[in-house]
């Protein structure tokens, strides 16, 4: 156990950072989504959201350990659930469309130095509200039903396919999508025992491998580099980890 939340997150992302040293994180900006910040690759930069006015957001991005902030993005749409991918060069976050009145959402990419245009990463029929790319250029996307709440399934689309091409969980509400860095893993949390716990399926191929990680409750989870150890927040605000093959 490591203790209160907040120390596990400064201790996690310190632990993200090349030189491997603990350093002290000051001037982060104010009103910060309660969502963990994302670490890019090497632990060389840092992305969170930061809530603005009109229901929009910046996603700041900071050099660690002590440099300066860049702004991603602009506009006024509402902007959401920044990852970074694997290579460290984009970014990937959801948009929404403020012509659909929040009904219609899609993940979209952006280089992380900001050169060049958005963009689109996958489109649906039901609103995405969360998506991601794999080391080897799967997007597994969270998508949502804009009049049932409770209908929220994970999907994923090949690498040279537009159309879904894999189904990975039905039928209870879904979040936190968490690919290994391998590409062989796909961690995520589900409320099927009515009560929010982390799960484990094998990735692409989800029926040969399906356990429950966490004992008593579990959200947010994260892979280490080396895709050995997964960390989760417990019920009791803690981070903890469960190693494995």
């Known amino acids: 156990?490591?203790?209160?939340?907040?120390?596990?997150?400064?201790?996690?992302?310190?632990?993200?950072?090349?030189?491997?040293?603990?350093?002290?994180?000051?001037?982060?900006?104010?009103?910060?989504?309660?969502?963990?910040?994302c670490v890019g690759r090497e632990g060389s930069a840092s992305v969170a959201r930061r809530k603005r006015r009109c229901s929009s957001a910046a996603f700041p991005i900071k050099l660690l350990p002590d440099g300066a902030f860049s702004r991603l993005t602009t506009?006024?749409?509402?902007?959401?659930?920044?990852?970074?991918?694997?290579?460290?060069?984009?970014?990937?976050?959801i948009a929404a469309d403020s012509a659909s009145g929040g009904l219609q959402s899609d993940p979209v990419r952006r280089r992380a130095d900001g050169i060049g245009e958005v963009e689109l990463v996958a489109s649906l029929d039901r609103p995405i509200l969360e998506g991601i790319i794999t080391s080897d250029g799967w997007r597994i996307v969270r998508v949502g039903n804009a009049v049932l709440n409770n209908e929220v399934d994970i999907v994923a689309m090949a690498p040279s396919e537009d159309t879904v091409s894999v189904r990975l969980a039905s039928g209870f509400r879904e979040a936190a999508l968490a690919p290994s860095p391998d590409g062989r893993w796909l961690a995520h949390t589900s409320d099927e025992t009515r009560r929010w716990e982390v799960y484990l399926r094998s990735f692409p191929d989800p029926t040969i491998t399906r356990a429950q990680v966490s004992p008593t409750g579990g959200q947010a989870p994260v892979w280490?580099?080396?895709?050995?150890?997964?960390?989760f927040v417990n019920a009791d605000r803690e981070l903890v980890s469960r190693e494995g093959n």
């Open 1 to 37: 156990m490591l203790g209160s939340l907040r120390e596990a997150i400064e201790r996690h992302v310190q632990s993200h950072h090349r030189a491997g040293g603990a350093y002290a994180q000051t001037g982060w900006p104010r009103l910060v989504s309660a969502r963990k910040p």
């Open 75 to 93: 506009g006024r749409d509402e902007q959401a659930r920044p990852r970074w991918e694997a290579d460290g060069r984009y970014v990937t976050y």
């Open 224 to 231: 280490s580099r080396d895709a050995r150890e997964l960390f």
